[in-house]
């Protein structure tokens, strides 16, 4: 009789079952004395418990941007969390360049930020606000603006009174700002 396994996603290194163990997902290729694939995600990264759904995500599209992380003294912070060719998981909150100065766009927990904000020399105060007009970017939308200036799709916001409209967003003229478009 074939064991029953809670199936996850596919292993993006050799294509097979990523499966939920005690500890976490392991690639159904890792196991055994001589297994033929690395990857194994722990349940708890940065002193987070992971959601099935979101190991799922981060298989299909080796990156996902979650809010939630703790360091040791418990301060929380966002990141993107990718998965690297070799199966390690990396912090990576670094998602662009910066239109306005060409500085790191950082992830924030309520804006992507320019890493020069704080600069002595050159600040700068380019950021994209996580939630715009009830749209709370994807990672996808935000790397977009960052690499063309403008998102790909109409985004579905909303008014105060609850009625719904469709606008790009883009970075303004000055590249300071995010706009409507
Ligand atoms: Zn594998
Ligand atoms: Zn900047």
């Not at 979650?66 to 418990?74: H, S």
Request: hydrophobic fraction near 30%; include cysteine; proline fraction near 4%.
């Amino acid at each position: 009789m074939e064991t029953e396994k809670k199936i996850i996603g596919r292993c993006p290194l050799c294509g097979g079952n990523v499966v939920k163990t005690c500890k976490g997902y392991r690639c159904e290729h890792n196991l055994g004395d001589h297994p033929s694939c690395a990857l194994n995600i722990n349940g708890i990264i940065g002193n987070r418990k992971m959601k099935d759904a979101e190991i799922t995500e981060l298989l299909e599209k080796r990156h996902i941007l979650l809010d939630g992380f703790a360091t040791k003294e418990g301060r929380m912070f966002p990141t993107v969390l990718e998965l690297a060719d070799d199966g390690s998981i990396n912090m990576q909150p670094v998602i662009g360049k910066c239109p306005h100065c060409g500085g790191d766009i950082l992830v924030g927990s309520r804006a992507f930020n320019c890493s020069n904000y704080a600069s002595q020399t050159a600040p700068c105060s380019f950021a994209i606000w996580r939630n715009i007009g009830g749209h709370q970017l994807t990672l996808d939308e935000a790397k977009t603006l960052c690499e063309n200036g403008i998102t790909g799709n109409e985004l579905e916001m909303y008014r105060d009174d609850g009625s719904i409209y469709r606008k790009r967003l883009g970075v303004s003229p000055d590249k300071l700002q995010i706009i409507k478009v």
